[in-house]
């Protein structure tokens, strides 16, 4: 507690980013510091999964004691330590979750394990202060593409899903097709904005037009199946027209999906979260849909959509005043439902 407001230090480490935080009262961020490993996997085309642990392990300890030292607090005016517990990468977790164990141990504070996705939801709730459920959310991120309903702040209704692939996924499986590289959604955002998705046109993939399940594994393919044929036939390849007519493609669904499942819900509100919610063209057509319609559209800074500590503070504070602690046999969860 300081100054009367009830901080929560909290740990992300389930994928590259190794991320600290501190929150007040669930919703005022204090600091929000986060190490990218993105320019040492860059020279492997993703992210390995043994290089991140070991890259969360040297840059934890110092990660939380900027995290402190940037919100001027000490660990003995923390009043609670949360920290991703799944989904994620398990090597990767494990760090976290250890680090996070043994400083609840060491200062006797409450510990709370969160998930990820709870996380993601969560950082509206640092970019909104008014913004409570139940609420509709679009959660779009590398391993998920759902529509939810927050009945409240710890659990949901999850409304649709992917089949298979995550939206996040295919931006970059199709970046490493066209030659983009690692991280293949910020590559892929970029390099569209250079070029014309008129020029070529991607089969969107509705599934049942009604239904609120999406399908993106199937695009890789066709942006495959395209680049060989023009290139069999001699022509050159515009990588910019690709990337554009690609994300047109993914985004026409997300964005049509759902604002259909706001609607069907008789809601006039929709939330997005995840990784896919930085995207530009994505944050540019949802914000003309749903202007269209009616419907009132949260989206958090593009920071704050992709991983960080900051939201899994307020998602272990709500879980918190839900739940009570977890005990020092708290576990990490490659897979975690929500
Ligand atoms: O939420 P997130 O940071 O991590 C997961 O929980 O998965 O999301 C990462 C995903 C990656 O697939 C990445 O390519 C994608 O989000 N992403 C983007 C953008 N920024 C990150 N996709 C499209 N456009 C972006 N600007
Ligand atoms: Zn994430």
């Known amino acids: 507690m300081k100054d009367g407001r009830f901080l929560t230090l909290a740990i992300e480490s389930s994928c590259d980013e190794t991320a600290a935080a501190v929150v007040a009262d669930g919703r005022v961020v204090l600091s929000n510091v986060i190490s990218s490993q993105i320019a040492i996997h860059e020279a492997y085309g993703g992210v390995v999964p043994e290089i991140a642990s070991r890259h969360h392990l040297e840059n934890v300890n110092p990660v939380v004691a900027r995290a402190l030292g940037d919100a001027g607090v000490t660990l003995s005016d923390v009043d609670l330590i949360g920290v991703t517990n799944g989904p994620g990468l398990i090597g990767a977790l494990v760090i976290g979750v250890a680090t996070a164990k043994a400083l609840a141990l060491a200062s006797g504070k409450p510990l709370v394990g969160v998930n990820h996705m709870y996380g993601h939801v969560s950082s509206n709730f640092i970019q909104y202060p008014e913004l409570e459920p139940p609420f509709v959310c679009l959660v779009v991120s590398g391993g998920h593409t759902d529509i939810i309903e927050m009945t409240d702040y710890t659990s949901c209704r999850v409304i649709g899903s992917t089949r298979d692939d995550a939206a996040g996924e295919a931006y970059d499986k199709v970046a490493r097709v066209i030659g983009l590289g690692y991280p293949g959604g910020p590559k892929i955002d970029a390099c569209a904005k250079l070029g014309d998705p008129e020029n070529v046109r991607f089969k969107r993939v509705w599934l049942d037009k009604d239904g609120f399940d999406f399908s993106f594994s199937g695009i890789k393919t066709g942006v495959l199946n395209y680049v060989n044929s023009e290139r069999q036939a001699g022509r050159s390849v515009c990588v910019e027209d690709v990337a554009a007519g690609f994300q047109e493609a993914v985004v026409?669904?997300?964005?049509?999906?759902?604002?259909?499942?706001?609607?069907?819900?008789?809601?006039?509100?929709?939330?997005?979260?995840?990784?896919?919610?930085?995207?530009?063209?994505?944050?540019?057509?949802?914000?003309?849909?749903?202007?269209?319609?009616?419907?009132?559209?949260?989206?958090?800074?593009?920071?704050?959509?992709?991983?960080?500590?900051?939201?899994?503070?307020?998602?272990?504070?709500?879980?918190?005043?839900?739940?009570?602690?977890?005990?020092?046999?708290?576990?990490?969860?490659?897979?975690?439902?929500?």
């Not at 896919?276 to 949260?298: D, T, W, Y």
């Open 252 to 338: 026409e669904v997300l964005v049509e999906k759902a604002v259909h499942a706001v609607k069907s819900l008789g809601r006039d509100r929709l939330v997005m979260a995840g990784g896919v919610s930085a995207n530009s063209r994505l944050r540019e057509a949802m914000a003309e849909r749903c202007r269209k319609e009616g419907i009132e559209l949260f989206l958090p800074d593009k920071a704050l959509c992709t991983d960080n500590a900051a939201m899994i503070a307020s998602a272990a504070y709500y879980r918190y005043r839900k739940y009570g602690p977890d005990d020092l046999t708290l576990d990490a969860f490659a897979n975690m439902p929500y």
